[in-house]
């Protein structure tokens, strides 16, 4: 990243990744859990989501059903974990605030990676390896979480560091394409199957293997017109990519979702309305929130019921409605409505329900809903107003601090969370204590 380098004018975007995020979220504040196989569990503790180095090492897949895991559970001591997306969500935000401390330009993937645009950053450093052990550094020091750096010129070569850096412990967490010879990049990459290139499916690796392109390298040898040929262009930058043409720009701004779905399987079968409306209310309110976040508003909302196809002791039903709204609107008490209106259509007795779940549909950016003549139900300037306070009280206090619908106390639907651990950094209650003596 020298500014007398050759290369020091070419872009350079890094790819930062938490290694095994929600294991390692729950390592950060119960130290016990270190070099123990430990897994993170799907809603209502189904299949593994998430785990630990030891815990791949005993060959255990990802979405394993925990129910046949138990025997193995049980023999080799493994910690079974319930998922806490309140805790999650917090520590990502906070990694990727330390990362912006690094470069402006952040492009937020996911929950645990994100990728940096460097250009312009060259004279901060000597090289791209020292600013990526300063990033590991800084993110262990502050928040517990180890993390892998990989640098590229283009974001499928810094994909591609990143999965090298993880994968090798010669580069101790951090691969920096751009300081390798030529022979060192050719011997890396055909050592790496060609289904490890972003954006490369299943479908397409089997069919790129067919061709005999099995390797990372084979693959970055291969033409690109060849490839769009029998691909498509989407291929054909795909290969550029990886020849360290830069055709993915960073996109710092995620853009608005064109729908919008909360769903969640039952913590146990439920058999009547009421219980059905105080799902449904509590899945249109995060919903909604969603919807708001992003600055948009939405037409119409579809709900769904659906029973168990796996009990098949049990009578089938499933349907779904769509409601429109009489204009564009963000309210929570407008989405409600047409929601319980279309769940008592499609609702039938004499069900075992496992599944509820609401979809917003038509979604537009605010600033461009139309107006109307008429008075518009949800839609005006007071209700804009009511809705940022519950949103700011809720973003404050904690979610559902304040509600549209009330489910009351007792909620049999909501999922199964047998071994959740505290919210240690959203709620003053579970805020870690230390005693000195």
Known sequence: MRSDSPSANRPVFALVDVNNFYVSCERAFNPKLENRPVVVLSNND?????RSNEVKALGIK????????????????????????????DMSDRVMTILRDFSPDVEIYSIDECFLSLNGLNILWSSATEMGQSMRQRVRQWLGLPVCVGFGASKTLAKLANHIAKKQPAFNGVCDLGSLSSEQIDALLANIAVREVWGVGSRISLKLEAAGIKTVQALRNTPTSWLRSKFGV??????????????????EVTPPRKQIISSRSFGQLVYTLPELKESVASYVSSAAEKLRGQQSTC??????VETNPHREQDPQYSNSITVPLPNASGDTRLLIRAALFGLERIYRPGFAYKKTGVMLTGISSVVMSQGSL??????????????NAIDQLNRRYGRNTVSVFSAGNRKPWTMR???????YTTSWHDVPVAYAY
């Not at 989407?234 to 990519?241: D, Y």
């Not at 037409?299 to 769904?304: C, E, G, T």
């Not at 969370?417 to 919210?423: A, L, T």
């Open 46 to 50: 189904g299949c593994a989501v998430a």
């Open 62 to 89: 990802m979405a394993a059903p925990w129910f046949q895991l138990k025997d193995l559970a049980k023999k080799h001591h493994i910690v079974a974990l319930s998922s806490n997306y309140t805790l999650y969500g």
């Open 234 to 251: 989407v291929m054909e930058r795909t290969g550029n990519e990886l020849n360290g043409i830069s055709c993915l720009a960073l996109e």
């Open 299 to 304: 037409d119409a909302i579809q709900v769904f």
């Open 374 to 387: 008429f008075t518009e139900y949800g839609a005006d300037e007071k209700s804009t107003k009511l809705m």
């Open 417 to 423: 969370r047998g071994n959740m651990s505290p919210n």
